[in-house]
């Protein structure tokens, strides 16, 4: 019952490539908001071969949910910084690296 937000970077070494790309958005479909990181170091994969998250966003927007892609960590600082924490929401980090310390920042920011 609760309002899923779902943050995601694809930068392990299989999800930055297209291996997972007709399953990937299906996964997705559980949250309300999603905002999606575009591919760590993409110019290190060959186009043909890579993670097209254009194409996942455009999916998941025709199923009516709200996705935004990001470059920039601070989009995500900013959004974190102002959600209502009292609300009834889970905010999911999904990534193997430090995810420009947001997961940090949730907590801090989530201290009753």
Same mark, same amino acid.
Request: charged share 30%; net charge neutral.
């Given at each position: 019952r609760k309002k899923i937000i779902a943050m995601f970077e694809p930068r392990s070494w299989s999800l930055r490539r297209n291996f997972f790309q007709e399953q990937l958005a299906d996964s997705f479909l559980a949250a309300d908001t999603i905002f &999606?990181?575009?591919? &760590?170091?993409? #110019?290190r994969i060959p186009?043909? =071969?890579?993670?097209?998250?254009? !194409?996942?966003? *455009? =999916?998941?927007?025709? !199923? %009516? *949910?709200?996705? !935004?892609? &990001? /470059? /920039? &960590? =601070?989009?995500?600082?900013?959004?974190?910084?102002?959600?209502?924490?009292? #609300?009834?929401?889970?905010?999911?980090?999904? !990534?193997? $690296?430090?995810? %420009?310390?947001?997961? $940090?920042l949730v907590k801090r920011l989530n201290i009753d």
């Amino acid at each position: 019952r609760k309002k899923i937000i779902a943050m995601f970077e694809p930068r392990s070494w299989s999800l930055r490539r297209n291996f997972f790309q007709e399953q990937l958005a299906d996964s997705f479909l559980a949250a309300d908001t999603i905002f &999606f990181k575009d591919v &760590f170091q993409k #110019e290190r994969i060959p186009k043909d =071969q890579r993670l097209n998250v254009d !194409s996942i966003c *455009r =999916q998941l927007r025709e !199923s %009516g *949910r709200d996705i !935004s892609i &990001f /470059d /920039d &960590f =601070q989009v995500l600082r900013d959004y974190v910084t102002e959600l209502n924490y009292s #609300e009834d929401q889970v905010v999911v980090i999904l !990534s193997n $690296g430090s995810f %420009g310390d947001i997961p $940090g920042l949730v907590k801090r920011l989530n201290i009753d």
